[in-house]
């Protein structure tokens, strides 16, 4: 039984606790100071990336977990002066409910720190081309498997790679 029942003073009460539950004290996000940042989405084959301080960016790359298809942001990482890596965000196809042999998207969020230009790569694995490898934890080895496995008639091809150049001005 609610302690607010048939009180017009208690719902207004509840009402005003919901509210400041909901907007809460902050924005909780990582903004950087003097205000909201502005965050651009851009395509993965979009290798040639301006951006301003404070400006976040994204790539969105689809992932399927079900199909040992991964992809991670590999070292040498972005010069940190210029750019950092705000995470990575996993939106399965098939929402709330898991569903066996769905996929999804995964999106790298970055943000623009300083003036200069760095680089930095994402690494593409399939299950053919990376082994030991998991959702986050990507292989020890990124190159071609130096031997076939056995049956096959050359080795592993290699994990695709697309390095990105980012200036900050």
């Given at each position: ?54 400006e976040r960016f994204t790539l ?16 040498p990482g972005p010069d940190s ?37 760095t680089r930095f790569t994402l ?47």
């Amino acid at each position: 039984m609610s302690t607010f029942r048939g009180s017009r003073g208690g719902a207004a009460i509840a009402a005003a606790a919901l509210l400041a539950l909901a907007t809460g004290c902050g924005s909780g996000s990582d903004e950087p100071a003097g205000g909201s940042a502005r965050t651009t989405s851009h395509p993965v084959k979009d290798t040639s990336i301006t951006a301003e301080p404070g400006e976040r960016f994204t790539l969105t790359v689809d992932q399927n977990a079900s199909t040992r298809e991964y992809w991670y942001l590999v070292d040498p990482g972005p010069d940190s002066s210029v750019l950092v890596s705000r995470g990575r965000d996993y939106a399965s196809d098939s929402g709330d409910e898991p569903v066996a042999g769905a996929g999804g998207r995964l999106t790298f969020t970055f943000e623009a720190k300083g003036k200069g230009t760095t680089r930095f790569t994402l690494l593409h694995c399939t299950f053919t081309t990376c082994q030991g490898n998991t959702s986050t934890l990507p292989p020890g080895t990124t190159g071609p498997s130096a031997t076939p496995t056995p049956g096959a008639a050359s080795p592993s091809p290699a994990p695709e790679r697309i390095t990105y150049t980012v200036t900050v001005s």
